[in-house]
């Protein structure tokens, strides 16, 4: 079995992806975005953190989150925001699909993937990389031919700002293979 090892930075920024169980599209649903931006809101408010970007797709979840200076347990605001949607979606949608046996002999739901992927942002030039590929995701994922187009993202915010055009995206080649963008 594979180790994982989670690098732990007081006041940290961390790139997450959180992915369902099987990659259903449990995010299709506006219900099932509504629990998890309250569940969202909830984390937020009980253990403070600051997502700097994020884009809600129809399977995954990728976000920037920085924690505070005293601060390094991301891992717990995932297990929370992923419980809360859990319990939410279950308790007024359904069960999630079929559990397997593992999940059934630990009394897992089959709502998510058990692990998640996070990496530390190094640095400006990393945080902006990541960023860039956060808002892009749903174009990469054939779901949208204009970033601009794809309602669940930080990317209208990031606009707001100015630190995006309307037109971003537009002629940006992603490369699949490398895991980088190209122009």
Known sequence: ???????????????????????????????????????????????????????????????????????????????????????????????????????????EAAIWQRRYWEHVIRDERDLNNHIDYIHFNPVKHGLVDSVADWKWSSFHRYVGLGYYDIDWGKGIVFCQEKNYFGE
């Open 1 to 107: 079995m594979p180790e994982y090892r989670r690098v732990f930075l007081k006041g940290g920024t961390y790139f997450i992806t959180i992915v369902t169980y099987g990659r259903l599209p449990l995010f299709l649903d506006p219900q099932a975005r509504n629990y998890l931006h309250s569940a969202w809101v909830d984390v937020t408010t009980r253990f403070p953190f600051m997502t700097d970007a994020i884009c809600l797709l129809p399977d995954h979840i990728h976000a920037v989150l920085s924690l505070p200076e005293d601060d390094a347990d991301y891992p717990m605001r995932i297990r929370e925001i992923k419980r809360l949607f859990t319990k939410a979606y279950q308790g007024n949608i359904g069960p999630g699909a079929p559990r397997n046996e593992s999940r059934l002999k630990k009394n």
